[in-house]
């Protein structure tokens, strides 16, 4: 099992740049992919981006395409997203997730562990 702990949000205005991390303990870090989701108000949860296990592989959803860059660092054991140009409809709460198999997840269904979230808020 993988322990996650999520940092990094906050408020920001429209335009500017966060960076989530997820520090991961527990289960070996460099043996599975990882994810982002998010959820806003009265809406489900949503896949926003992934990663492969060695950090090579990512996938991304349409909507933060060449805005969002995920990244792996299996030293430090964490989990990077760098949020840029960040939009009013960016605002959610940001969980950082492990599969219960080893790819990434992009389904809710595919997620063993989910984090605690971290709350960003997009101001216009």
């Known amino acids: 099992q993988v322990q996650l702990l999520e940092s990094g949000g906050g408020l920001v205005q429209a335009g500017g740049s966060l960076r989530l991390s997820c520090a991961a303990s527990?289960?070996?870090?460099?043996?599975?992919?990882m994810g982002w989701f998010r959820q806003a108000p009265g809406k489900e949860r949503e896949f926003v981006a992934g990663?492969?296990?060695?950090?090579?592989?990512?996938d991304y959803t349409d909507s933060v395409k060449g805005r969002f860059t995920i990244s792996k660092d299996n030293a430090q054991n964490t989990v990077y997203l760098q949020m840029n140009s960040l939009r009013p409809e960016d605002t959610a709460v940001y969980f950082c997730?492990?599969?219960?198999?080893?790819?990434?997840?992009?389904?809710?269904?595919?997620?063993?562990?989910w984090g605690q979230g971290t709350q960003v808020t997009v101001s216009s």
């Open positions: 997730a492990a599969p219960k198999g080893f790819t990434i997840p992009r389904r809710v269904s595919e997620v063993g562990t």
């Open positions: 527990g289960r070996s870090f460099s043996s599975v992919a």
């Open positions: 990663v492969g296990r060695f950090g090579i592989t990512t």
